[in-house]
């Protein structure tokens, strides 16, 4: 038995927390979708794996839906045009993360037109390949729509390689505040099951589990209703509680299966995707549309009007904010700003960072909902190990990161945890729990690539010496080739002057001649 479930034998099912879900009024407000701004900043990083290569000029014109960045290595994924216009720089700016920090992004003014390239998509996505829809997923640069952006088509093929037999649909969205799963799933549900069968034909998956928190009755009854007549597709209302929404955590809940320490869904048979990923696949699949917006949640007590709105990637959120009604009395209340969720997401320096493919929300919080205060020492009330989902000891890890015993940490399970917050939330004394893993697992990653580097260092150095060594020895040999054959020529002159002088000196010999 694994020791998440002897974990949750002993301590119950009660793993995670429950903080209010804050999902309303957005959640209740109808979908709108904000216009092309003038300008678009589109970072070349907007997924897991490698940076997108620009493949445009200063000054090109684009179509939307123009591939102006590609691909690089086996995870990655390509950028398209948001909109029509010019290119007008390849430059750095501001990162969507609490650094502050820049990376490289190309910068489209808008034309005004919003004209498409020609589009190509397949009216019977079922006639094609797995692989060939893999391709098409690729090429349009979808990725995990649900906050990881992982590159969707590096799922797809492997798990059809992998044979997997259960696809997971993850529409439990169980971060506070966020709701434009839920607001998809009101509103779109039947293009939701159509993406969920063209991934059960890709993936080669023979059934498909539809998680949702059961605080969404709307999106399940939705959701029910569009796969009514759907052999293979199960709508599953799940709990309501944080972080239901994470892989392992849903996985377990709907199958009964765990994912094995440092293992991967696919090792159980199961791949997992979100809800709005499945949206993003139809629209590539059957109508060739990259993706190139997606639906944010604007919420929290300074947002003047919370909602769900669909946005053009690259679109700063301070736009975002300001289509949304602005801040509440001109931001004097505004205590954080974050893109994401609460628990998982970024506090961003200001609002002038763009969105990305990975933006699931923005967010404006007053004093009250950051609540701050300065940590106490730990009382090992043992909260945190109660609320933790993966059964592991965050009191006891956290004391051996304090003391730099990081391989103790690692014996405890940090390679494990999934930084979902749960134990820094409930901890009373309020310890940054998450930062202490966070900080560990960096500081391993630093000591790997230290590793990697040193070990790097003394192969080039060993090959060279032995590269030096053999370039001695081929030397040596050549010097005593040529003295061998300097030898042999002066042995071979010596015995031709002895033969000529016997000659010379041995008359019968020259009359025999003669």
Request: aromatic share 4%; charged share 20%.
């Amino acid at each position: 038995m694994g020791f998440m479930n002897l974990f949750k034998q002993l301590l119950g099912d009660d793993w995670g927390v429950h903080p209010d879900d804050h999902k309303g009024p957005a959640a209740d407000q109808p979908l709108r979708v904000m216009p092309v701004p003038a300008r678009l900043y589109l970072p070349l990083q907007q997924h897991l794996g490698s940076a997108a290569r620009p493949c445009v000029l200063v000054g090109q014109q684009v179509k939307k839906g123009e591939l102006i960045a590609e691909a690089q290595g086996m995870v990655s994924a390509p950028l398209h045009a948001p909109t029509s216009g010019t290119i007008t720089a390849v430059t750095e700016i501001t990162a969507p993360h609490p650094s502050g920090l820049s990376l490289p992004a190309i910068i489209l003014e808008a034309d005004g037109s919003d004209t498409w390239i020609d589009l190509s998509g397949c009216e019977d996505p079922f006639a094609l390949t797995p692989m060939e829809i893999g391709k098409r997923v690729a090429a349009a640069g979808v990725v995990g729509l649900g906050g990881a952006a992982f590159p969707s088509a590096v799922k797809l093929t492997g798990a059809s390689r992998a044979k997997v037999t259960t696809l997971v649909m993850n529409g439990g969205e169980c971060e506070p505040y966020l709701s434009c799963d839920d607001r998809q799933m009101r509103d779109q549900a039947a293009g939701i099951v159509d993406g969920i069968r063209i991934m059960l034909h890709a993936t080669g998956a023979t059934e498909a589990l539809v998680g949702i928190e059961d605080n969404k009755p709307e999106a399940i009854a939705a959701m029910q209703a569009a796969a009514a007549g759907v052999a293979n597709v199960r709508i599953c209302p799940v709990p309501a509680r944080y972080p239901m929404g994470s892989e392992k955590q849903l996985i377990h809940v709907l199958t009964g299966k765990e994912v094995p320490a440092d293992g991967r869904a696919f090792d159980i048979g199961v791949v997992v995707h979100n809800v709005g990923t499945a949206l993003a696949m139809r629209a590539a699949i059957r109508e060739g549309k990259p993706l190139i917006s997606r639906i944010v949640t604007v919420n929290g007590a300074c947002a003047a009007q919370p909602g769900n709105i669909e946005v053009r990637i690259g679109t700063l959120a301070e736009e975002v904010i300001a289509f949304a009604g602005g801040i509440k009395g001109d931001g004097i209340g505004l205590a954080r700003r974050v893109m994401g969720g609460p628990m998982m997401g970024m506090q961003i320096p200001h609002w002038r960072v763009p969105v990305v493919k990975g933006t699931s929300g923005i967010l404006a919080f007053n004093a009250t909902e950051v609540a701050e205060q300065s940590p106490d020492p730990c009382i090992r009330c043992g909260s945190c190990v109660k609320a933790c989902p993966m059964g592991l000891l965050p009191l006891e890890m956290s004391a051996r990161i304090r003391n730099e015993a990081f391989d103790e940490a690692i014996g405890l399970g940090l390679k494990d945890c999934i930084a979902c917050g749960c134990c820094a939330y409930v901890c009373p004394s309020k310890i940054p729990l998450v930062q202490y893993f966070v900080h560990a697992k960096g500081e391993l990653a630093a000591q790997d690539r230290a590793k990697l580097r040193n070990d790097a260092t003394k192969k080039l150095a060993q090959q060279r010496q032995e590269r030096l060594d053999r370039e001695a020895r081929e030397k040596a040999e050549a010097a005593a080739k040529r003295k061998a054959e300097r030898e042999a020529a002066a042995a071979a002159k010596a015995a031709a002057e002895a033969a000529k002088a016997a000659a010379t000196v041995n008359p019968e010999t020259q009359g025999e001649s003669a």
